[in-house]
């Protein structure tokens, strides 16, 4: 008999263990495939910090790696799961399937570089996800893992002419800070209550990307006019590139509560996905 399928934390690929063998006798009748809920884009992990982006020969930044996501997915069927399998897939190869285990998640390191200098084969795309029920039936699909970074004014150097964000809309006292510490080597900032950017994501997900320190504090983020959370970016000492907030897309709607003794915040850069689908299923 199949043993139970555990939820797991999300992990490495490199950390997946085999578990469960089907037991066709168990479920000798069943010969419908499962349901598997899996995202079509994977999610934007918050607490994880982006790299500086690569520049080209003449300092032009042009592209940001170690842009950490994750997506978490589940199968359903009437015998039972006992298994899933996962493998990476490229623009121009995959690779192999994972071992059947009870994973159920998995985080990725990848970059919003788009090829555009060339070695599109070479472009990670996202991974093929399987899930078998106890009578060895198998459904896969495909999550996508490609992000994209729009600046505080909205361009993007990753090598994507269209998607990311709307031009961000100001309101309020909003200065520029240039540094080669933020993404894109620019932020916009405010210390003034009620100040507030406002953008457009047509994502299934997006992510801010903002500076934390001594001198920062809190703001609100709204979606759709609905409050979603209230980010903190106060911290002890200095941290840039940070993903404070990760939620669904739509109108995006930042404001400044200028806290009592730090009441600064940055905008650095919005995280959405890429627009296209790619089903890996080959």
Not at 153 to 171: H, N, S
Not at 179 to 193: D, N, V, Y
Not at 227 to 246: E, F
Not at 263 to 277: C, E, F, K, Y
């Amino acid at each position: 008999m199949c043993a139970r399928i555990r939820k797991a934390s999300a992990i490495a690929v490199s950390a997946l263990t085999a578990v469960c063998t089907p037991s066709i006798a168990r479920a000798a009748t069943d010969t419908t495939p499962p349901v598997l809920h899996a995202p079509h884009n994977a999610q934007f992990s918050v607490g994880t910090v982006l790299s500086p982006m690569a520049l080209d020969a003449d300092g032009e930044p042009q592209a940001t790696g170690e842009i950490i996501m994750h997506a978490r997915w589940r199968g359903s069927d009437a015998s039972g799961i006992c298994g899933y399998s996962i493998r990476p897939e490229w623009a121009g190869d995959v690779g192999k399937w994972s071992p059947w285990n009870s994973v159920d998640s998995v985080t990725t390191s990848t970059t919003d570089y788009n090829d555009q200098f060339g070695g599109g084969s070479f472009k990670f795309m996202g991974y093929g996800v399987r899930a078998r029920d106890c009578a060895a039936n198998i459904t896969h699909t495909f999550v996508q893992f490609m992000p994209i970074v729009s600046q505080e004014d909205g361009a993007t150097f990753g090598g994507y002419e269209y998607g990311g964000v709307t031009a961000p809309t100001y309101r309020g006292s909003w200065t520029t800070s240039t540094c080669h510490c933020w993404s894109g080597e620019q932020t916009r900032r405010t210390r003034q209550a009620r100040a507030a950017v406002t953008f457009v994501a047509n994502s299934d997900h997006v992510g801010l990307v903002m500076p934390k320190g001594p001198t920062r504090g809190k703001a609100k983020v709204y979606v759709n006019g609905a409050l979603k959370a209230v980010v903190n970016t106060h911290a002890a000492t200095s941290v840039h590139r940070a993903i404070v907030w990760s939620g669904h897309g739509g109108r995006v709607r930042v404001v400044n509560l200028a806290t009592r003794g730090h009441p600064r915040i940055d905008l650095d850069a919005v995280l959405t996905n890429s627009s296209g689908h790619f089903p890996g299923i080959r």
